[in-house]
DNA sequence: CTCCGCAACTAAACGGCGTTCAACTACGGC
DNA sequence: GCCGTAGTTGAACGCCGTTTAGTTGCGGAG
C-alpha cells in the first residue's frame, strides 16, 4: 500500500494536530506517542515524519493551540472597574481555562523537547502578551511608578501562579502546602496587589 | 557467572545510589536509566531490581540526599538580627545549593513517578520543616500575626521561588521573564516581606 | 494517451527504554 | 558433603522516537 489519497497534504496536517490535540487532552502528554498518534488517525508512524520534523513539532503546535485559547480566556474575563479586582477575574480566567484543559497546559510546561532546541519566539510572544495585559492592571494602581516596574510585577505574578498551578497538575502542591489551588491564587494575587501599592517609588 | 562476592547487601545498595546520584548531578535526569546506572556500577539492570523496587525507589532515595543538603545549606545559612534580611539569606543559601546541584534538584520535580504512587510522607515532611524555618522569619516580622498567616506566607514564597528555580533550571524562564534568576528571587523575597508587613490584621 | 519522476506511504529496522524471568552459581546451614 | 536459596546474568517483552528501503499511484511532459 502506498500513496494513498485520503487526505490533502494541508488536511492531512490539520488530521495529525486536531488528533494530537484530542489525545494529549483526554490521556496526558506522557501517554502521548508517534504511535498512539498515528494509530489513531490511521496510518502509520513513519508517514508523521513526512509531514512534520519530529514529535516536537507536532506538540509545539498543539501547544500554540493551548496559548491562543488561552489569551481567549484573558479576553472573555469578567471586567472591573478596580484594576485590583480585574486581577483577580484574570487569575479566575486563567484557573477556569487550566482545569478545562489541565493536560494541555501540562503539555505546554512538562513535555521535554530535547535540548538545544530553541524555544519557537511566537511561543514567548504569546505568554509576554498576556503578561503585558495584568501589568496594565499594576499600573494603573500606581501610575506614578515607573511601566517597567508594573511590567515585572506582572512577571512575577504569572510566574507564581504558574507555578502553584503547575505544583498542582503534576500532583506535587501537596509537597509545600496543604491547601486548595484556588485560595493559594487568590492569595497570591492579592499579596502581589498589597505589596505593589506599597512599593517605594 | 552468578552469585558474586564482590560487595554485601549494604554495600552494593549504596553502590547503587551514590552512583546514581553521581549520574544524575553530572548528566542530569534524563539522561539517567536503569542500563546506564548498572553499567556504571559493572552490574547488569536485573541486579536492581533485586535490591529495589524499582527506578522510582532509586531516584527516590537520592531525592532524600538533596532535600537533606538543602536542610544543611539552610543550616548553614548567614544569620541575621533583622528577619527580613534573614529570608534573603535564606533565599541566598537556596539559590546556592540549588546552583550547586542543579541536576540533582530538578530530579526532585521532574522525575515522572507512574501515577499513583504516593510521594513518600518524609518527603513531604522534609520540605516542611524548610518552610517553617522560613514561617518563623515572617512570624517575627508581625509578631500580632497568627502563626497560620505566617506559614500561608512561607509556603507561598517557597512555591514562588520554586517556580522560579523550576521555570531556570529547565530553560524556560525565558519564557516568562527577561531577568536573572538571582535578581528575581530577591525580588520575590522583598515582595513577600513588603505584602506581609502591610497585612491587615 | 502513455510513460516517468517523484511524493506519499508502509513495514521493518535500529537502538534505546523499564521491567520480568528462567537459568545458573556459589554461599551458609545442616 | 549436600542442599536450599539468595544473588546474578542474559535474554526477552513490549514499549519508545526516528530512519530507511521499498512500493504505489498521482501529475505533468511528450
Known sequence: ???RADHTRAELA???VDTAEE???????DAFSARTLS??????AGTLYHHFKDLDDIVTQVNSRTLAGLAQAFDGAEQAADPAVQLRYYADAFLGYISLKRN???ALFEFRRKQGVAVPPWY????????RIVAECFQQIRPDLPPETARLSGQLVFASIHSVVSLESSGRLGLVMDRDIQQVVHELVDMHVTAFRHRSA
Not at 489525545?23 to 502528554?29: F, N, R, T
Not at 494509530?39 to 502509520?44: D, E, K, S
Not at 514567548?124 to 503578561?131: F, P
Open 1 to 3: 500500500m502506498a500513496r
Open 14 to 16: 490539520k488530521l495529525v
Open 23 to 29: 489525545l494529549i487532552a483526554e490521556d496526558g502528554i
Open 39 to 44: 494509530r489513531a488517525i490511521g496510518y502509520t
Open 104 to 106: 494541555l497546559w501540562n
Open 124 to 131: 514567548i510572544e504569546a505568554i509576554a502578551s498576556l503578561i
